[in-house]
């Protein structure tokens, strides 16, 4: 981000009475992370501020603090949309598209705010006014920290802001082992431990508080387990039908693709999860090295993300979205043997 944005942001921050902040619809620990972090920086500057989410989130994010603020759009339509309408700036992080907002894409389109995009993924579109854009970033999380740095704001994180922060960042790098985590990372984090972040309470919140229908679920993915040996590919399954004898519940599956990856000599790992309501596959995909997981996912799945952690969707059923997968792997032989 250039100076002459900087001073441009200050300036329209210096006259804002009403700034909401929205993250993209399904949104995760780094989208909910870092829009808390910077909600709770802009009320403490004294800003009337509205962090407005396309839809729910995962239960084990529901103790970051302000969490209870945030506006479920899909169960508040007319008043979210009286928000965004009445805002002198609109936010919007962890995404770079406004499609990846849903049902909101309109609204916010229509919106005569400035915008100011803060996002960390490949090719970003163009409706912002201002675009903080790096995909070299381990997060978006990261990416507003550097921002309030670009503030000359750091001394002003709180344990609250710390703890948001800390928390989007472990999310979205797998506890700091993905590729994206640099020595800058981990500066970042260890400011935010300094800054109140509790990092030992964190990770308990977030991973140590499994329910037994997600420890049931979790034995189900294990044993749909298939293996490709010779093309070091490893893929999970879950059908609508086995979500719902396990209760399903939002983020039930978050990182279930890992525990593929994790096994040995895989280099590319993925998860089909059937959603029916939708009429579509949902699927993630994980790789270690210089497999392209991003560039997969949008040559063959409508997805996209980052070298390492991406998503895509398929509209044929679960069998023949496998099928499908099965069927082009063989393309990537050469890649996935280095």
Not at 69 to 76: A, H, P, Q, T, V
Not at 213 to 229: D, I, K
């Amino acid at each position: 981000m250039i100076e002459q944005s900087i001073l441009e942001i200050t300036s329209a921050l210096s006259r804002a009475n009403n700034i909401v902040i929205v993250p993209h619809k399904g949104p995760d620990g780094d989208a909910i992370g870092s829009c808390l972090g910077l909600y709770h920086f802009l009320k403490e500057k004294g800003h009337t501020v509205n962090v407005i989410a396309p839809n729910d989130y995962p239960d084990f994010l529901k103790w970051l603090p302000g969490q209870e603020d945030i506006l479920i759009y899909e169960k508040d339509v007319e008043n979210c949309k009286e928000l965004i309408n009445s805002a002198d700036i609109i936010f919007t992080l962890d995404f770079n598209s406004l499609s990846r907002t849903g049902d909101m894409e309109q609204p916010i389109a229509d919106a005569e705010a400035i915008f100011v995009m803060i996002d960390h993924h490949l090719e970003p579109s163009d409706y912002a006014h201002h675009t903080y854009s790096d995909s070299t970033m381990s997060s978006t999380c990261q990416m507003v920290y550097q921002f309030l740095k670009k503030l000359r704001a750091v001394k002003h994180i709180t344990p609250q802001i710390a703890t948001c922060l800390y928390t989007g960042i472990m999310t979205d790098t797998g506890s700091f082992r993905f590729r994206s985590t640099t020595s800058e990372t981990h500066k970042v984090i260890a400011d935010l431990i300094d800054k109140g972040a509790d990092n030992s309470l964190i990770h308990e919140k977030v991973y140590d508080t499994y329910s037994q229908n997600r420890m049931r679920l979790l034995g189900v993915a294990l044993r749909n387990l298939e293996v490709n040996e010779t093309l070091r590919t490893a893929y999970i399954t879950l059908s609508q039908e086995e979500l719902d004898k396990n209760n399903f519940r939002k983020g039930d599956t978050e990182g279930f693709v890992n525990y593929a990856l994790a096994l040995g000599g895989i280099k590319f790992a993925a998860i089909f999860i059937e959603h029916k309501t939708d009429g579509i596959v949902k699927i993630s995909f994980r790789s270690k090295g210089s497999f392209s997981v991003n560039e997969f996912a949008r040559a063959h799945f409508e997805g996209g993300g980052h070298m390492n952690a991406a998503g895509g969707k398929s509209d044929l059923s679960l069998e023949n979205t496998v099928i499908k997968f099965n069927s082009i792997l063989p393309e990537y032989s050469e890649q996935l043997s280095i």
